[in-house]
């Protein structure tokens, strides 16, 4: 059996050294903990198989999925909450993942901490899994001494971000599904057969109607033209994509977003939502209020309304308190204005934004239903009018066809 060097630490503190017979990395640090070590260390001896290669590219390929992420931040969670040492906590952590990513950074964040980094510094080292939020509730539990009941805020935050995307994409799949089989139809249509009937009416004599010609024309653009087509398409899509990656690109996107009929309202509230529920957890966290909006400019998720944010804090610096700065931001509605200036008022800010919360949690139920309402009946009309112009083009002149015979 291959063995491995290790480096562990004991419970007194110790440090201790030397060789383990195990299959991989994993069952090595596995057989440590069994014995009370805490692994710092564990290197493949020649010939072992290391798997850190393969590892590295399941760290770029594999995602960490947000069912994940809630499961490792309750586990996170209760542990702490229990008394676990922090190195302990992480150890069990990395041990329990099944993400290999996942397992590989856990591994990296307690091996900083070893060093005698912070949380904070630890995981935002790793942005894609752990948001700038996540790090500085993590920051903000560490500096009030309250670190289970920020993970407690902080686990309700994911779980409702989670169950409001999951909504939204359950809403788009329907009509998604339709437009991809219009599309699929439309093309069929067009390079098989009405190639096929215009050769029967041309050969004829038959004069072709207008939707007919149209028909002929977009064939014979799409049979002579598709690698130009296709190359135009592709660049354009890769163009848009890093466009909307750049700042501008998405500003410029959220900000067309929200002026969509149906779809603005949407982005609306649910930003609202986002940042009522977030700003209430940060404020009874005990986190500054110009932290708390850099935090929020940073996670609003929508680049619009980020931008506003630099206005504000702005005025807050100034000291003209929450309610009248947002009152010259563009998005935010008066609902969200009045509750916080109430907030400050009566010193319950936290509660009022709560009620802000949930009152947008519902509007963005209500409103998503409205949606799929409405998709309904645009998708019908637009299947009318693709197989209403496909119909014209065929039994326009098959009409003129019959005459001709009789």
Not at 16 to 37: F, P, Q
Request: proline share 5%.
């Amino acid at each position: 059996m291959p063995k491995f060097s290790y480096q562990a630490i004991k419970d007194d503190g110790s440090t201790i050294s030397g060789m383990v017979e195990a299959d991989s990395v994993e069952t090595a640090n596995s057989i440590l903990l069994a014995r009370g070590y805490l692994p710092s260390k564990v290197t493949a001896e020649e010939g072992a198989p290391s798997r850190i290669s393969f590892i590295g590219l399941q760290e770029r390929f594999i995602p960490i999925k947000t069912p994940e992420l809630i499961l490792f931040t309750k586990q996170f969670k209760t542990m702490l909450r229990a008394g676990v040492p922090i190195i302990k906590l992480l150890t069990v952590l990395e041990d329990q993942t099944q993400n290999v990513r996942l397992k590989r950074i856990v591994s990296s964040i307690a091996q900083d901490i070893k060093e005698g980094s912070s949380l904070y510094d630890a995981f935002r080292k790793h942005p894609k899994p752990f948001s700038n939020l996540y790090c500085r509730m993590l920051q903000a539990g560490e500096t009030s001494g309250a670190l289970p009941d920020v993970l407690e805020r902080l686990i309700y935050i994911l779980e409702h971000e989670h169950k409001v995307k999951s909504d939204i994409k359950s809403a788009l799949q329907y009509p998604i599904i339709v437009i991809i089989f219009l599309g699929i139809a439309f093309f069929v249509l067009l390079t098989f057969v009405i190639p096929k009937f215009v050769q029967i009416f041309l050969k004829a004599g038959i004069d072709l109607p207008l939707p007919t010609r149209i028909c002929l024309v977009m064939y014979q653009i799409l049979t002579n033209y598709w690698y130009l087509i296709l190359g135009i398409a592709v660049a354009g899509i890769t163009a848009l994509s890093y466009y909307l990656r750049t700042k501008q690109g998405k500003y410029v996107r959220d900000t067309f977003l929200m002026k969509l009929p149906l779809i603005g309202p949407l982005f609306i509230k649910a930003a609202m939502s986002r940042f009522a529920s977030i700003f209430a957890i940060l404020q009874s966290s005990g986190v500054a209020i110009l932290d708390a909006m850099k935090i929020l400019s940073g996670t609003i998720g929508n680049a619009a309304i980020s931008r506003e944010f630099d206005q504000i804090n702005e005025r807050l610096e100034e000291g003209r308190g929450i309610a009248e700065p947002l009152k010259s931001a563009r998005y935010f509605t008066p609902i969200v204005i009045n509750m916080v200036a109430i907030g400050e008022e009566s010193g319950n800010l936290d509660e009022m934004l709560t009620d802000v919360s949930e009152h947008y949690d519902s509007e963005l139920e209500y409103a998503m239903k409205r949606l799929s309402d409405a998709i309904g009946p645009i998708l019908i009309v637009g299947l009318a009018a693709v197989v209403g112009f496909f119909a014209l083009a065929i039994y326009l002149p098959m009409w003129d066809l019959t005459k001709m015979v009789r």
